[in-house]
């Protein structure tokens, strides 16, 4: 059996904390040896990947300790605990089961009586059915024309996750001829978002995927109501553009309402279900299931890597507890995810809330205080853009700011162009390198404005081409990364009580049941 | 002639800083006294606008020490020299005028023998007949047809400004009939970003508008080139689809590979030009040039009261000044920026280059290293998406991080549905609402999982709509206190050296003049 303990009551952890050790990036990157370290300082990822953490603020002691604190704490065994289906998700007493949905790492896992694995599946299948049906013209809007677009409502984890796939693959399938249907997406209970959606959407030929794991989601009932309202004004019938995805005990389950249902279940948290049916229908649907299956497959590739036993073959691991080294060793408050890609422009704000939301927390998985610091905040933006935005306090800021940024060799599309003796891939390649030695080795200066005092430390995933494969290995890093951080700080890292207060505070609002500031502050809105 | 000080000389900070106050939220928003609170810790803005500060830390006596220290550190006097047009920006040694692109605060500004907003206002003008030109039909693509689609190409402050306002009022144009030309932006040099855009862009009735101050940004130039190959390939001439933002001495300027050039001078900073021709053509072409004139008007209202001395009748001076609070005092790191608007999407992101490349800066104005905190880490996403994704940290999390709300009344478009009893809308500012006091106050619980400790500050911006004029009072204030806090940390706000070395290592990168740990980056990229 796991035990599971506070991080500051390891043996492991308290040696390290005593140590202290701060690495001097410039030393250690300086020379032959800097060349060296990039070349050893790196660990292969699933589908060509590899994780680099040369410019990281480690070295071969900090590693070792590392290792032994990941397994004092057994990192791996908590891994394997959940993949097997132990209720991990001791908050709502609950299995966290969104691996399953990629692949199997141990054993068959039953739950309610189901195999699990074998659920997911059928999900995946009906989908691709049902999809398959949508792309042949055989499911068409009661004038018998093809749908187009496919619009997602969600909110949260329904929208982040499947809104930055989307966005990653949605040049690559273009480039590949496998762009079957835009997607679009309305998330927000500003009546604006819905509005200019639908404003500049064929409602025609759309097809809308609802979901909601409850069925119950206020936001997105709301926007339900709202595209229902848009449909029937158009003369046409909500039930004929509408899927659901959902809860299989949810009200918006075998409901006439809608063409079809495909489900999920309590064992999926919203910001894990980007690979589960969540993400599955508006994927499949804008790029055929076999590109969503290829997307499944990158991540059941790179998930496996997380069942290392060695630090140095699982680079979720190793990257979550380096974390853990500068949130709480190094005390660094905030990490930037840096992609050099475009693609990937809402890739960090999904990784906010998958990481902010898991990991934001004060009490340890048995609801008692720790006395050490958790979650840090997450942010980021593509590079080259945040080059010439936020950069400058990254480089010359008061505070240290750990990075993470992501690059690839190639581009998606294959058009590109020559100035200056080269492409703007190699431009952009060549921006990513020049960033992690500026950030680590700084510069001096006699003009102390133009002094970088460097010791910023970055790692940096390397990738060929950001396909669905790629992209798979990518998001199942960073969801294990996150889950062994969970670990490490001995969080339940699956529940979000967090916002619950703000939802019965809005209820009671729009109830008038307030007083004092809230009513004050309601009066301003004219509520 | 004012004195530039280190904030931690000042009597009236280091009183501040002894006293150390902790305001509890709780305490003071509870009852009818938190509701007088409510109504009195509110201070008007331009155009309607309100800042209410009841939910940040703050009390009669810490305000009377904010304001000997605003007395002190002569923050209103510096305002008035930077408006009256004094070298404030020490390091490149140019005056700050983007205040003059919306109005005149003090008496005439001339620099280089003109009247610099007699310059401004030539450019506007010109901007204006052009772009009215354009949407008559007078001026066309070769073939005499109309221009649909205007494009920007620009990095930093030449996209995130305008492409923030473009998206915060292209709704507002919609539902008024005054979108005369929808807006795509090109920023990254990623190929992908200009592939993706062109590859959904009808070029032959584009207009682009080349943004570089200098002529020289090599992403910009990049996308440039990208841009005229794909119109060559459409067999479409360049330059009856280009048009150039630069400066009059640059080789963009009087050239005939642009059907127009108009001008920005080395008195306006990139991330502070939205109000300038930077922003200007864009959002002229978009919208009209009347609602660019709104949105001018709004900013310069706004502007007048940064001049006023009293912290309580100057908005952003008093927010500037609570974040100075927070952040030296309080120790708190990052600030988040929270609009509950949909059309408010890009705003943070615009705001985090403003920031975080205005004040992130570790030497004062003379070059010399301060001891203390300057700016802080900013970023956001709108509510109430926020709510279900990073939330749970802010609410639970270990760091406290202040937040900045923003929220309006009502909508852009008069769409919206009832349901459960309210409008769309009523449910987004009750939302709003409903955060201020579940972050302030907080909730006791027996379960520490469901316990909120609360005293997590927060301020907001009400507004009645999101109107250009409101826009560019939200935007005048936000630069605004920016400036202000870059005064009391006695930082020159408006350079950015830290951006140059990754610059100098991407070109060495680029020309193989490389070794050692670059070189060995460089080769895992093949460049």
Known sequence: MVAWKNMDTLKAYQAMAEKKTDVNLKEVLSGDAGAERVAKYCVPMAEGLAYNFAAKKVDDGILEDLAAFAKEAQLTEKFAELAGGAVINTGENRLVLHHLTR????????????????FYETQQKNIAEFTKKVHAGE????????????????????????????????????????LKMEARFISNVDPDDAAAVLNTTDVAHAIFVLVSKSGTTLETLTNESFVKDALEKAGLDPSRHMIAVTSETSP?????????????????????????????????????????????????????????????ENPAMLDALIGVYERNILGYGSTA????????????????????????????????????????????????????????????????????FVGFKES???????????????????????????????????????????GRPSSIIIGKKLTPQALGALLSHFENKIMFQGFAWNLNSFDQEGV????????????????????????????
Chains 1, 2 share one sequence.
């Open 412 to 454: 998606q599309f294959d058009k590109d162009v020559v100035i200056q003796g080269s492409t703007s891939q190699k431009k952009l390649c060549a921006n990513v390198v020049a960033q992690i030695i500026a950030f680590a080795c700084g510069k001096d200066d006699e003009n102390n404005n133009k002094y970088f005092a460097g």
């Open 252 to 312: 918006l389950a075998k409901n006439s309402g809608y063409l079809a249902a495909f489900f999920m279940d309590d064992y999926i948290g919203g910001r894990y279900s980007s690979t589960s049916a969540v993400g599955g229908a508006v994927l499949s649907l804008a790029f055929g299931p076999e590109v969503f299956a290829a997307f499944l497959e990158g991540a059941a590739a790179e998930d496996k890597l997380a069942m290392n036993e060695n630090l140095l």
């Open 139 to 178: 499911i068409t809007n009661a004038a018998g024309e093809k749908f187009t677009t496919v619009v997602q409502i969600g909110i949260g984890g329904s929208d982040l996750g499947p809104r930055a796939v989307y966005l990653a693959l949605e040049n690559w399938a273009r480039a590949n001829g496998t």
């Open 337 to 404: 995810v840096l992609p050099y890609s475009q693609a990937l422009s809402r890739f960090p704000a999904h990784l906010q809330q998958a990481d902010m939301e898991s990991n934001g927390k004060s009490v340890n998985r048995f609801g008692e205080p720790v006395s050490y610091r958790t979650g840090p905040l997450l942010f980021g933006e593509p590079g080259t853009n945040g080059q010439h935005s936020f950069y400058q306090l990254l480089h010359q800021g008061t505070d240290i700011i750990p990075l993470q």
């Open 103 to 118: 692949g199997q790492l141990c054993g068959p896992v039953v739950a309610d009586g189901t195999d699990k694995r074998a």
């Open 500 to 527: 619950q207060l703000g939802k019965v505070l809005a209820k009671r609002v729009l109830a008038h049941e307030t007083d004092g500031a809230l009513k004050a502050f309601s009066d301003l809105f004219e509520i």
